[in-house]
């Protein structure tokens, strides 16, 4: 699906009045479904304790509901305050496994300025399965809810 089609969808919910949950689960669910290799599609939201709590996901369950900043790529995004693609997870220190069968992970943070609100974290069984395209897509979702986060926030 392409990025433009996808934030369409989107808006169109909010049109309708989708409450602000409702659009979180949408968004991870049509991002979820627009490339096979996305096995693992989440939004990790950023709360003042410097904790991020697992939100709407598609995929397998996993024990990392919360994750302190700094700890693995999801905690290292928000500590160094931007996104990570990471080609291969088998390479990195301090990755949280959240499947044996992943290899390589994308997070982008949702963000308004300096402002984190959350982040959109998929994975992949495949190595190196975010391309330049795809992380365009993600990008333009998680813009897309920076947005929805500063209504919410806003009300």
Request: aromatic content about 8%; overall charge negative.
């Amino acid at each position: 699906m392409e990025a433009d089609h996808l934030i369409a969808r989107l808006e169109g919910y909010a049109e309708e009045g989708a409450s602000f949950e409702t659009l979180l689960e949408a968004a991870v669910r049509e991002l979820h479904d627009c490339d096979p290799r996305f096995h693992w599609t989440g939004i990790y939201e950023l709360f003042p304790d410097e904790v991020l709590r697992l939100g709407p996901f598609v995929g397998a369950p996993t024990d990392h509901v919360f994750i302190g900043v700094g700890r693995g790529v999801c905690g290292t995004a928000v500590a160094e305050k931007r996104n990570l693609n990471i080609p291969d997870v088998r390479l990195i220190a301090n990755y949280l496994a959240c499947s044996t069968a992943t290899r390589s992970e994308l997070v982008v943070l949702i963000r308004s300025g300096d402002t984190i609100h959350a982040q959109i974290d998929i994975d992949s069984h495949q190595v190196a399965a975010f391309d330049d395209a795809a992380v365009a897509l993600v990008q333009r979702v998680a813009d897309w809810l920076a947005g929805a986060y500063v209504s919410r926030n806003a009300a």
